[in-house]
């Protein structure tokens, strides 16, 4: 049996509910192109057994992508990715990665912890363009 591409985490400090962690997980890798048409995603024991939740949280999260037409379930195979969310912009995210890897690691030298680095991006990503421009 042909090894699941994605590997779900939860954290527990974000606020969103675990399933809805589970599908945005999914989504990011489609986005990314990590998760192509075809792929399978774990199975629901897979993920209870790794993530040690409710295995309704995994089915409640794998309906939703289902809903939205991203994955079918294939009765007693599996669940499998049936559309992509990555665009043409695909080609740009290994530069992109690169720079962002690098501003990670300058954050870090200059003593900002895990935390203060995600309040930072968060904060600056969530500022309108426009106070940019001024």
Do not use: C
């Not at 489609?30 to 024991?45: C, F, H, S, Y």
């Not at 379930?73 to 290994?94: D, I, M, P, Y």
């Not at 870090?108 to 935390?115: K, M, Q, T, V």
Request: glycine share 8%.
């Amino acid at each position: 049996m042909e090894k699941a591409l994605i590997e779900f985490y939860l954290d527990t400090r974000s606020g969103v509910s675990p399933y809805q962690q589970l599908v945005q997980q999914v989504r990011h890798a489609l986005r990314l192109g990590l998760l192509g048409e075809g792929d399978q995603l774990p199975t629901v024991k897979e993920v209870v057994a790794h993530l040690a939740i409710n295995p309704n949280t995994v089915l409640k999260a794998y309906r939703e992508l289902e809903h939205e037409g991203l994955v079918a379930a294939r009765q007693g195979v599996g669940t499998f990715v049936t559309a992509t969310l990555a665009g043409t912009s695909l080609a740009a995210h290994g530069p992109l990665r690169l720079e962002l890897r690098r501003w990670l690691a300058k954050a870090r030298r200059a003593g900002l912890d895990e935390e203060s680095i995600e309040a930072l991006f968060l904060t600056t990503f969530r500022t309108p363009a426009q106070e940019d421009i001024a």
